[in-house]
Every structure is written in structure tokens, then in C-alpha cells.
T-cell receptor
Framework: DARVTQTPRHKVTEMGQEVTMRCQPI?????VFWYRQTMMQGLELLAY????????DSGMPKDRFSAEMPDATLATLKIQPSEPRDSAVYFC????????????FGSGTRLTVV | KQEVTQIPAALSVPEGENLVLNCSFTDSAIYNLQWFRQDPGKGLTSLLLIQSSQREQTSGRLNASLDKSSGRSTLYIAASQPGDSATYLC??????????FGRGTSLIVHP
């Protein structure tokens, strides 16, 4: 089965450090999302790409977060500098809008900032 | 802005019961609705996808229905098993193609 691959699975870092999370969407998918999941807020949309172009990043704290798709096989989410409140699970999802086939999620990156 | 509500937030039942999980949404102009399962510490696994033109979808013991006019979807689980214990999430996608998630229903099925 095709799957969305996220790395790393777990990351523990100190406050102030840069964190980079990576996502390999399913080949052929043209839509990529980044979500953050916490107990308090549930799943929150951070960024949305279509054909590698950012369409919506209104949910992302822009002073410290950035999201890019350098090519069709890689999406990145960076936090610089990281803060303890960024501790959460970050999910990437991909889909092909034209197929109306729904979205597939990766296994997530569990980030802990100490 | 689309808002998605899932009721109940938590459910604990004995094995063998038939269950109904509810999802309601405020904007009926949807593209599709997707039910996911999330096990503790894991990612989201897609269970069922209902297009806006469809009324229901079935997979094994799972059946999901969609009533756009009333802004509701239900996930029916027949003959529940301990292995069904997980959090069930409803995601509603509108014309922007961005899924909006409910907070989920945490299900425990005890032997």
C-alpha cells in the first residue's frame, strides 16, 4: 500500500534549537497538509500545499514556523527557535484532489521541546 | 468557517454491542466526509470516505451515513470487539479541499 512517510518519528530538543520535520507524500498526490495535534486543541491545520504552491498557512505562527515543498517528493516543516509550547505530534497528509479519494496521513513526528 | 462536533466524546461499552458515533457539521456545502481511526500514539487510518453525492458507505462491520441537509454523519459499528478500542475522528472537507476535524470519540470496548 502507498503511504505517507514522515521523519523523524520522535524528536527531543532543547528550547531555542531548530527543528526540521520531513514528509514524503504519496507519489502522484498533488495536495499536502501539515497538521499539529495536541490534547488541548485537537488537530489544527498549519499549512496546505497544492502542486507544491502554498495555499493556506494562516494557522501557522509565522514568526517561528515555515513550511516548504522543495520538490514533489518532499515537504518540510521547520521551527526556529523551538519553544516548549511547540511540543505536539505533527502530521503530514497527502491526497489527489481530482480523484476525490480522501487523504492519507503519515505516522506523525512526536516533538518534545524541553 | 466549518465547525465539526463529535458526540459522545468518550464511550465505554461491553463487547458485542452495536455502536453509533455521531458527527455534526455547520456548513452543508461539503465535498466529502472521511472517518478515521487513531490508536494511541499512532497516526490516522482512514476507515470510510463518503462523497457529497452519496448517502452511505460500508466496510465490514462499519457503516457510515451522511445527511448533508441536516449536517450530520453517523458511524455505525456492529458487534463491537476489544480491538475496536481507539479514537474515531470525523473530517469534513469543503470547497477549499481542506479537511476540518472534530475532536473525536474515544471508544473503549471491554471484554
Amino acid at each position: 500500500d502507498a503511504r505517507v512517510t514522515q521523519t523523524p518519528r520522535h524528536k527531543v530538543t532543547e528550547m531555542g534549537q531548530e527543528v526540521t520535520m520531513r514528509c514524503q507524500p504519496i507519489l502522484g498526490h498533488n495536495t499536502v497538509f501539515w497538521y499539529r495535534q495536541t490534547m488541548m486543541q485537537g488537530l489544527e491545520l498549519l499549512a496546505y500545499f497544492r502542486n507544491r504552491a502554498p495555499l493556506d498557512d494562516s494557522g501557522m505562527p509565522k514568526d517561528r514556523f515555515s513550511a516548504e515543498m522543495p520538490d514533489a517528493t518532499l515537504a518540510t516543516l521547520k521551527i526556529q527557535p523551538s519553544e516548549p509550547r511547540d511540543s505536539a505530534v505533527y502530521f503530514c497528509a497527502s491526497g489527489l484532489v481530482e480523484s476525490a479519494g480522501g487523504y492519507t496521513f503519515g505516522s506523525g513526528t512526536r516533538l518534545t521541546v524541553v | 468557517k466549518q465547525e465539526v462536533t463529535q458526540i459522545p466524546a468518550a464511550l465505554s461499552v461491553p463487547e458485542g454491542e452495536n455502536l453509533v458515533l455521531n458527527c455534526s457539521f455547520t456548513d452543508s456545502a461539503i465535498y466529502n466526509l472521511q472517518w478515521f481511526r487513531q490508536d494511541p500514539g499512532k497516526g490516522l487510518t482512514s476507515l470510510l470516505l463518503i462523497q457529497s453525492s452519496q448517502r452511505e458507505q460500508t466496510s465490514g462491520r462499519l457503516n457510515a451515513s451522511l445527511d448533508k441537509s441536516s449536517g450530520r454523519s453517523t458511524l455505525y459499528i456492529a458487534a463491537s470487539q476489544p480491538g475496536d478500542s481507539a479514537t474515531y475522528l470525523c473530517a469534513v472537507t469543503g470547497g477549499s479541499y481542506i479537511p476540518t476535524f472534530g475532536r473525536g470519540t474515544s471508544l473503549i470496548v471491554h471484554p
